[in-house]
Structure formats: C-alpha cells, structure tokens
C-alpha cells in the first residue's frame, strides 16, 4: 500500500528555518518524482519543489527559490525540504506528492504537516 507521511512541521520565528520529512511506504522511491507542496488559508495550492532521481534536477517555485532545498534519501525511501529564512507568508500546511515524473499527475498524496510562521 502506497503512503506518503509528512513530518517536521511546527511554529517557527521569521526567519528561521525548519526541515520537514517525507517518509515514503509501499513503491520504490527512485523510480518517480516527489512534489512538495503547500496550502494557505483560503489560497491555493502552490506547487513549490518537485525532483526526480533520473533527472537529477530540482524545480522551485519562484517563492521559495535560494530559501528551501529539497533532497532525496533513496536508502531511507524519504525525501526532505528544507525552509532557511522563513517569512510569515510560508505559513501552511505542506504535503508531498508522488507522481511518475515532474509535471505529471500526482497520484498518491500525504496528509500534510502544519507550518506556522509567527513572533
């Protein structure tokens, strides 16, 4: 069974950083692309990174580029974001995403890990 969990969510001051985990159950993780993304009050969802192993290539959002790195674990079958100088506006709730590559339909989705970015 496919599952996807995320992990490392909490509140943090602006500018400070945090690094949540995707743990990834039930298919191999290098073979498909893994999305980050994230949900604000009454937005949008935004799509902010997305990797796959074959590309050895990592898309960012615009809003968060030179801020968050994603990275890859294949051992661990997990995948991490990690967020340096936070802004209030990062706050929401963050998912990953498994989809055959970066662009693609995303078929399998976790069930997200609060951020809240606040003094």
């Known amino acids: 069974q496919v599952q996807l969990v995320e992990s490392g969510g909490g509140l943090v001051q602006p500018g400070g950083s945090l690094r949540l985990s995707c743990a990834a159950s039930?298919?191999?993780?290098?073979?498909?692309?893994i999305g980050w993304f994230r949900q604000a009050p009454g937005k949008e969802r935004e799509g902010i990174s997305c990797?796959?192993?074959?590309?050895?290539?990592?898309y960012y959002a615009h809003s968060v580029k030179g801020r968050f790195t994603m990275s890859r674990d294949d051992a661990k079958n997990t995948v991490y974001l990690q967020m340096n100088s936070l802004k209030p506006e990062d706050t929401a709730v963050y998912y990953c995403?498994?989809?055959?590559?970066?662009?693609?339909?995303?078929?399998?989705w976790g069930k997200g890990t609060q951020v809240t970015v606040s003094s």
């Open positions: 995403a498994m989809a055959l590559g970066c662009g693609t339909s995303y078929t399998y």
């Open positions: 990797s796959t192993d074959s590309d050895v290539r990592t």
């Open positions: 039930g298919f191999t993780l290098d073979d498909y692309a």
